[in-house]
């Protein structure tokens, strides 16, 4: 199975090396010195990594045979894409491939049936779930432990538990207005405890002086 691992980004210096955006959770592995790589466009591979580093938190690579800036230049845009069995599972537990999750039925924790993933969008900060609504539309599902807790592969199926708003607006503006009246009740049991702070201070003050009163305050 053909997995997209990374994409090639600007050329860096004067002699080949060009920044990648890693799409993969071991680019020590799919990336690593020696790997060959299929491509997309397919003309412009396969490329074979020659050297890697780090760089300011980015990858650098260099390929085999492209020895310059102008040759670096043209791979910009390139998708580079390795060859993975599809049997394989990552190292980590908590880890998936895309292709494990894509068609997974989704659930909620509750047993609602929500749909199915569809894609798997990996963005800068966060990978989300495109989950095809079993009535129509998508939503997207941010993919971490708190909102999807389950990934059951023998059972084709992930579990979410989403929060107020991720399925249905309403459950937003619902929720939106308990904690509304929540910070309401609050406020008036502080001010309430404010008026009761003012009576103690002014009995304290009629009986020990504004000192006693002032404590009373600061510790409060």
């Known amino acids: 199975m053909q997995l997209v691992v990374g994409r ?15 799409r993969t959770d071991e680019p020590e592995l799919r990336l690593a010195p020696g ?6 466009p397919a003309a412009t591979g396969p490329l074979t990594i020659a050297t890697g580093r780090v760089h300011s938190g980015r990858l650098m690579l260099r390929f085999e045979g492209v020895s310059d800036r ?6 910009r845009g390139t998708m580079l894409i390795a060859e993975v069995d599809p049997e394989q599972t990552p190292e980590d537990p908590e880890e998936f ?7 997974l039925d989704v659930v909620t924790v509750d047993g609602r049936e929500v749909g ?16 095809a609504r079993t009535g129509g539309g998508e939503v997207l599902v941010p ?23 991720l399925l249905d607006e ?10 509304d ?5 609050e406020a008036g049991e502080g001010a309430d405890a404010g008026a009761g702070a003012e009576n103690v201070a002014g009995d304290e003050s009629d009986a020990s002086g504004a000192g006693d009163a002032r404590r009373e305050s600061d510790g409060a």
């Open 181 to 185: 009246g929540e910070a309401e009740v």
């Open 35 to 40: 790997a060959v790589l299929a491509t997309d």
């Open 8 to 22: 090639i980004g600007r050329a860096h210096g004067i002699k080949g090396e060009v920044s990648v955006e890693v």
């Open 170 to 179: 309403a459950d937003a503006q619902v929720a939106s207005g308990q904690a």
């Open 97 to 103: 491939y895309d292709h494990q999750l894509i068609d």
């Open 116 to 131: 199915r993933i569809t894609e798997v969008s990996h963005l800068p900060y966060q990978d989300l779930l495109v989950v």
């Open 143 to 165: 993919f971490v432990m708190e909102i999807v807790p389950e990934i059951d592969l023998d059972a084709q199926r992930a579990v979410i538990d989403p929060p107020p708003g």
């Open 70 to 75: 102008n040759g670096a230049e043209a791979l």
